[in-house]
């Protein structure tokens, strides 16, 4: 049987996905800024063998909603937010196994820093540490670095093949695997005809360089992509290693996985990959009736202003602008067609208001919440894994770390049960702990017959 996989899903904030329970009085998440915090967590997420701890990030605020950013900041929507890199080093100091997934927007930095940024994450993790691949979407992170606003969607993602052309000669081609020769005899640590500069010189990004850092563990990070739009996809079935997506419904999802999947086949990329991650919230308890009581009890404490403002963050939609009684299939726009398709996917017969829509979005985000028992949850992740051929889950929390360790003592122990989850973690790399094809890019990636294309030694 298909084993399934989990990734936590978390940010240095308070309030990611679930607005409003930071005021639960279980929560913990005003703690986001304590290291004690995150370390607990990570030994948690270590203890239930997960996959990784995927942190998002946004650069920028979430001023659409009212046009103004007071409703994310009264409701801590996302901010205050911390850099998630910064927690990184202290999390693997107290693990072992348990990988990192940083985001980091390429729209804001250039090449040259950021791949020194990940190849001192991969050293100092001992090759645990992932990249989640982002392009940015807040007008408010453009302004933040000096631009007018950012650019188109599609451009983005020009921007982003292009720059990962740059990061992959850096991380791939800069250093040979023989360089560092580290030989106290001779006093030679490294061997300059064995580095070389990278010259890359194109519509977007210029880099003229020779990568700061020795070869990591894995050289290139993990590659995560979280793109469903079209053109995302085509950039997921280029670069991307793994792919998290969000959908209301195993159909919304299915297709969206399909559609991945032939993507990155027609790209050549190799049987099993990407891996797909699909987001979930699970409110579980021992039994199906305490479940549900929690899953109430949850619901008091939500807030439909902060759901709102990450929704109009999301979509580029003023919700402000509308009654929680009109009705979402009202308000259309480019951003904002893919999330109504979906729920009309999910319920065709339904008409959805922006107060439910709210309501939804408020503890799961765009994706499902399930309740129940152990055995009922089991029930539901199987049946998502058959019904939409994704490989695993990317968890979300209600309430911070009960959620976690809900699904760590409750959840786990029953796929245990059934054979669908690991009992313990294999050796190596993040990458080879995924794939189990060592701890490099495959000679199939893009990263590759970039390095072998572009890639040019000193004279």
């Known amino acids: 049987m298909k084993e399934i996989r989990l990734n936590a899903f978390d940010m240095n904030c308070v309030s990611h996905q679930a607005s409003g329970l930071w005021r639960h009085p279980r929560d913990r998440s005003a703690q986001y800024n304590t290291l004690s915090y995150w370390i607990e967590l990570a030994r948690l997420l270590e203890r239930g063998l997960f996959d990784t701890l995927f942190l998002a990030d946004v650069l920028g605020v979430y001023d659409v909603y009212g046009a103004s950013p007071d409703a994310a900041l009264r409701n801590a929507s996302q901010v205050p937010v911390n850099d998630p890199a910064m927690l990184v080093p202290a999390m693997a100091a107290v693990t072992r196994n348990l990988g990192f997934g940083v985001t980091c927007t390429l729209s804001y930095e250039h090449p040259f820093p950021f791949a020194r940024r990940m190849s001192t994450l991969d050293h100092l ?9 982002v392009t940015g979407y807040l007008n408010s992170a453009a302004r933040g670095t000096g631009q007018a606003r950012q650019h ?37 640590f ?35 992509q979280a793109g469903a739009s079209p053109r995302g ?8 290693e793994c792919v998290f997506i969000a959908g209301p419904s195993r159909e919304v999802v299915r297709q969206t996985t399909t ?13 099993g990959e990407p891996l797909v991650f699909a987001l979930l919230t699970v409110i579980t308890a021992p039994t199906h009736e305490e479940a549900v009581f929690k899953y109430n009890e949850y619901q008091r404490y939500i807030s439909t202003e902060g759901a709102l403002a990450l929704l109009s963050g999301w979509t580029g939609v003023d919700f402000s602008q509308y009654a929680l009684d009109a009705p979402v299939r009202h308000v259309r726009n480019d951003a904002i067609h893919s999330a109504i398709d979906s729920l009309t996917v999910m319920d065709p017969e339904r008409v959805w208001t922006v107060g439910e829509l ?16 152990p055995a009922e949850i089991a029930d539901q992740m199987e049946a998502w894994v058959a019904q939409t051929g994704i490989d695993g889950f ?5 309430v911070a770390p009960e959620t976690f360790e809900d699904i760590v003592d409750l959840v786990i122990p029953e796929l245990q049960r ?34 072998r294309e572009r890639v040019q030694t000193d004279d």
């Open 125 to 133: 993790t001992d090759g645990r540490v992932g990249w989640n691949i």
């Open 152 to 188: 188109g969607h599609d451009t983005r993602y020009d921007i982003a093949d292009e720059y990962m052309q740059a990061v992959y000669g850096l991380w791939e081609g800069s250093w040979e695997d023989g360089a560092v020769l580290r030989d106290r005899a001779s006093g030679v």
């Open 190 to 224: 490294t061997d300059p005809s064995k580095v070389h500069r990278i010259r890359h010189e194109g519509k977007y990004l210029s880099v003229d360089a020779i990568h700061l850092c020795e070869p990591s563990p894995q050289r290139t990070p993990v590659l995560f």
């Open 233 to 240: 996809q085509e950039f997921a079935a280029t670069h991307a």
């Open 259 to 271: 559609g991945i999947r032939e993507r990155a086949r027609r790209a050549g990329r190799a049987p």
């Open 358 to 373: 709210a309501r939804h979005a408020a503890i799961g985000g765009m994706g499902p919440t399930i309740v129940g028992s």
């Open 394 to 398: 990317n968890l979300a929390y209600a």
């Open 418 to 451: 059934r054979g669908r989850y690991r009992t313990a973690y294999p050796p190596g790399t993040l990458r080879q702990k995924l794939f189990g094809r060592g701890d490099r890019l495959g000679a199939e990636h893009a990263a590759r017959r970039v390095v």
